[in-house]
């Protein structure tokens, strides 16, 4: 797949988004960990920032757990998961990685090899084999309405190549995003998203950490950036338990105690 057809190939199936929250940067520390609970780790993906967690972060940090959110990159899938193993590396204890959308791809692959990774959990979010890209499996079922929401924006690459970058259209966003996340919401949303470079989602991973650590998927059955057929397929695919919730694409706006409740399952599972 190629940049000059992903958008034509996203409407048959899904862009990519993601969300996270408002400690973009950070980095965990050896104070990081408390007690014998794991710290939390959530990557965002595309058309956000990781500020759309903080509803999650609040519910988690009030039930004793300590949180992480990682600003994703967005650039590249093998670069944007060095970032994330690097901040995954500077916590001390085990740790749940929690991601969205893209930013389940970029977990995947960060996570493969790092002992102290006890769960993954992915948030209406990719799945993908060693070999497959993130656009690839946003093509192989219908129903995503993003594709034609997006534009393309000409961009340097680190290696001095042009690139595309890709935003939602603001207009389209709530309806395609964040359907039930109030429509103020929305608006910050739209006008503060971060864009994907076209790169990024044709980069195939090169490993999958969920084929030995155990993982949970969230399907979003109103969503019209992927599928709940294509989030079905994946989670069936890595054995994840999963469960099912109606909400839209932009979940962990929308329903943030549900995802948090989602992942202090997968938290819990790790306490021995």
């Given at each position: 797949?190629?940049?000059r057809?992903?958008?034509?190939?996203?409407?048959?199936?899904v862009?990519?988004?993601?969300?996270?929250?408002g400690?973009?940067?950070a980095r965990?520390?050896?104070?990081?960990?408390?007690?014998?609970?794991p710290?939390?780790?959530l990557?965002?993906g595309?058309?956000a920032?990781?500020?759309?967690?903080?509803g999650?972060?609040?519910?988690l940090?009030?039930?004793g757990?300590?949180?992480i959110?990682v600003?994703?990159?967005?650039?590249?899938l093998?670069s944007?998961?060095g970032?994330?193993?690097?901040?995954?590396?500077?916590?001390?204890?085990?740790v749940v990685l929690?991601?969205?959308?893209?930013g389940?791809?970029?977990?995947?692959?960060?996570?493969?090899?790092?002992?102290n990774?006890?769960a993954?959990v992915?948030?209406?979010s990719f799945i993908l084999?060693?070999?497959?890209s993130?656009?690839?499996?946003?093509?192989?079922?219908p129903?995503?309405?993003?594709g034609?929401?997006?534009?393309?924006?000409p961009v340097?690459?680190?290696d001095?190549m042009?690139?595309?970058?890709?935003?939602?259209e603001?207009?389209?966003f709530?309806k395609?995003?964040?359907?039930?996340?109030?429509?103020d919401?929305?608006?910050?949303?739209?006008?503060?998203?971060?864009?994907?470079?076209?790169?990024?989602?044709?980069?195939p991973?090169?490993k999958?950490?969920?084929?030995?650590i155990p993982?949970?998927?969230l399907?979003?059955?109103e969503?019209?950036?992927?599928?709940?057929?294509?989030?079905r397929?994946?989670g069936q695919?890595?054995n994840?338990?999963?469960?099912e919730?109606?909400?839209s694409?932009a979940v962990?706006?929308?329903?943030?105690?549900?995802v948090?409740?989602f992942?202090?399952?997968?938290?819990?599972?790790t306490?021995?």
């Amino acid at each position: 797949m190629t940049i000059r057809n992903i958008k034509t190939t996203m409407t048959a199936g899904v862009a990519v988004a993601a969300l996270t929250v408002g400690c973009a940067g950070a980095r965990a520390t050896e104070d990081t960990a408390s007690g014998d609970r794991p710290t939390v780790v959530l990557v965002h993906g595309a058309f956000a920032d990781s500020s759309s967690w903080n509803g999650v972060v609040r519910s988690l940090e009030a039930d004793g757990y300590p949180v992480i959110a990682v600003a994703n990159p967005l650039r590249g899938l093998a670069s944007d998961a060095g970032h994330v193993r690097s901040v995954v590396d500077g916590v001390r204890g085990p740790v749940v990685l929690a991601g969205h959308s893209y930013g389940g791809s970029v977990m995947s692959q960060a996570a493969d090899g790092l002992p102290n990774v006890k769960a993954l959990v992915y948030v209406a979010s990719f799945i993908l084999e060693p070999g497959e890209s993130t656009a690839e499996l946003a093509a192989k079922f219908p129903g995503g309405e993003l594709g034609p929401a997006l534009k393309t924006l000409p961009v340097p690459l680190p290696d001095g190549m042009e690139g595309s970058d890709l935003y939602i259209e603001q207009d389209q966003f709530r309806k395609v995003f964040a359907a039930d996340v109030p429509a103020d919401v929305t608006a910050l949303m739209a006008a503060t998203q971060r864009p994907i470079t076209a790169a990024a989602l044709e980069e195939p991973a090169t490993k999958a950490a969920w084929k030995t650590i155990p993982s949970w998927n969230l399907v979003t059955t109103e969503d019209l950036a992927i599928p709940a057929e294509s989030m079905r397929f994946m989670g069936q695919r890595a054995n994840s338990h999963t469960l099912e919730i109606k909400a839209s694409h932009a979940v962990a706006v929308s329903q943030p105690d549900a995802v948090a409740d989602f992942i202090t399952q997968a938290a819990d599972s790790t306490l021995g």
